[in-house]
């Protein structure tokens, strides 16, 4: 317990005005030795939650402390604002609904609200999907700067079924016509027999922060249901952007990225 309490003591004090301190710095403020104080930076600069500035022998916060910034924005802002919508949305399609993120290299879900039908896809909040094989992940990515998709998918596309688009030119085709239609399909592209739709979701400075799709079982939800239903989402995403700060009309389309390729 000490061990916790010198280390939180230690954090405590970069929380002052000049953000930075040096071991000896450190030291006389949080009253602890020389040799334990270096130890315990070390062990935070590895863990990410200190970082050296420059070469002038001093610390700050590390980045993973954003880290938990996007947590709490998410679990305390976004959800809380998009949850109405979000219920309102799924009662009027009868479908199941749910919220992403983007983490890492992967499509996070904070949220779902369900159906009650009986035959209904669960979705369990937590869960992390593949980008390039969701509507949610699509319609994240489809607004990526050139050079990040570029980057990202030099890599192999991972297959899920026998409809997860595995080629690049393809991909980037269908991310094409997602920035120019504002909505993303997966056509049993991640999971058999389940499909969805998806829109963004924008901030105050017009960037995407997340998306919300409509998503069920193809039996009820087939292609031509999606697409009846793909205005309501489009609507639903930008009244929730609208809470979020954004003041466009409609999401601003980023530009042609038909003729990129990934890189070597």
């Not at 004090?13 to 000049?18: K, P």
């Not at 995407?208 to 939800?221: E, H, K």
Request: charged share 25%; hydrophobic share 40%; glycine share 8%.
């Amino acid at each position: 317990m000490k061990v916790i309490e010198r280390t939180l003591s230690i954090l405590d004090l970069f929380l002052g005005d000049t953000g930075e301190l040096s071991l000896d710095e450190i030291t006389e403020a949080s009253g602890i030795s020389k040799y334990t104080v270096r130890r315990m930076v070390t062990t935070l600069i590895k863990g990410g939650y200190l970082k050296q500035v420059g070469k002038r022998g001093k610390y700050s916060l590390g980045l993973k402390f954003l880290d938990f910034g996007g947590v709490y924005k998410i679990n305390n802002i976004m959800v809380p604002i998009a949850n109405p919508y979000l219920v309102k949305l799924s009662q009027k399609v009868s479908e199941s609904v749910q919220m992403a993120v983007w983490d890492g290299v992967r499509v996070f879900l904070c949220k779902a609200v369900e159906t009650p039908h009986p035959l209904r896809v669960v979705s369990l909040e937590g869960t992390r999907l593949a980008m390039h094989a969701t509507s949610l992940g699509k319609a994240l990515i489809a607004e990526w700067p050139e050079d990040n998709l570029e980057g990202y998918f030099s890599n192999k596309l991972e297959s899920y079924t026998q409809n997860t688009i595995t080629d690049f030119g393809e991909l980037i085709k269908h991310l094409s016509r997602i920035r120019k239609e504002g909505v993303a399909y997966d056509f049993e592209e991640c999971y058999m027999g389940v499909s969805g739709v998806a829109a963004a979701l924008k901030n105050s400075e017009a960037r995407v922060v997340g998306a919300i799709s409509l998503y069920g079982p193809i039996t009820r939800l087939n292609k031509e249901k999606m697409k009846e239903d793909a205005p309501l989402v489009k609507e639903c995403a930008l009244k929730i952007s609208r809470e979020l700060g954004y003041r466009g009309v409609h999401p601003k389309n980023p530009g042609d990225i038909s003729k990129i390729r990934p890189k070597a």
